[in-house]
């Protein structure tokens, strides 16, 4: 069974700083990994995803993430945060044949 | 491309009336849709999935009955919440699965929001 997990439900950063959201994913065949955005009562934006091609993943809004098997790890940064990045953060799991399992999400607060 | 709606956005409804939802593909066939269930402050959680023209899989502890699930053609879904309490208010969030996808990819709506008084 394949699962996620991200290390921290709310994360806090200042305006400028590097965004740093973790997320961990336990899966027993090669795993596809997302990363979703969600502000509040809206649905979830897909912020970039990893589909076996190049390691290192680009997304939209200056966001990137790397996928380290030896580490299991799939973490989403962003080198400088700006306020309209405040909202709900989901790292998403899935594999051939199975449905999407998600973390349980971090909160990213950015202080001015 | 890629796009999903859902309607209405926000619904808010008497104890004991029943709600639809619906889930539309708009630029794409999708031979499978999903209904999530997502709490305040909680990440999303599977009720079912559907497979065009077939009956929904719900998943364990989603009670079937009371979430009635259609997924009449290739482009829309519904979910309707029959005889709905106020602890069936949430936020209600479907996606889809596109024909042919490589990756079981799912491209989600922006969601409904249902509030039972």
């Known amino acids: 069974a394949q699962s996620v997990t991200q290390l921290g439900s709310h994360v806090s950063v200042s305006e400028g700083a590097l965004v740093l959201l973790r997320c961990n994913y336990s899966?027993?065949?090669?795993?596809?990994l997302f990363w979703y955005v969600q502000y509040p009562n809206q649905g979830l934006q897909l912020l970039l995803k990893y589909t076996s091609a190049a390691t290192l993943v680009k997304g939209i809004n200056g966001f990137e993430a790397e996928f380290k098997k030896s580490e299991t790890s799939f973490h989403l940064t962003k080198p400088s945060a700006h306020m309209s990045d405040a909202a709900e953060y989901f790292c998403a799991v899935i594999t051939y044949g199975q449905n999407f399992v998600f973390g349980p999400g971090t909160r990213l607060s950015v202080l001015p | 491309g890629a796009v999903v709606s859902q309607h209405p956005s926000r619904v808010i409804c008497k104890s004991g009336t029943s709600v639809k939802i619906e889930c539309r593909s708009l630029?794409?066939?999708?031979?499978?849709m999903f209904w999530y269930r997502q709490f305040p402050k909680k990440s999303l959680m599977l009720m079912a999935t559907s497979n065009e023209g077939s009956k929904a899989t719900y998943e364990q502890g989603v009670e079937k009955d009371k979430f009635l699930i259609n997924h009449a053609s290739l482009t829309l879904s519904t979910l309707t919440v029959t005889s709905a309490h106020p602890e069936d208010s949430s936020f209600y969030i479907c996606?889809?699965?596109?024909?042919?996808?490589?990756?079981?990819?799912?491209?989600f709506g922006p969601g409904t929001r249902l509030t039972v008084l």
């Open positions: 630029d794409f066939q999708a031979t499978t």
């Open positions: 899966s027993s065949v090669p795993p596809y």
């Open positions: 996606s889809a699965r596109a024909r042919g996808s490589t990756y079981n990819e799912q491209f």
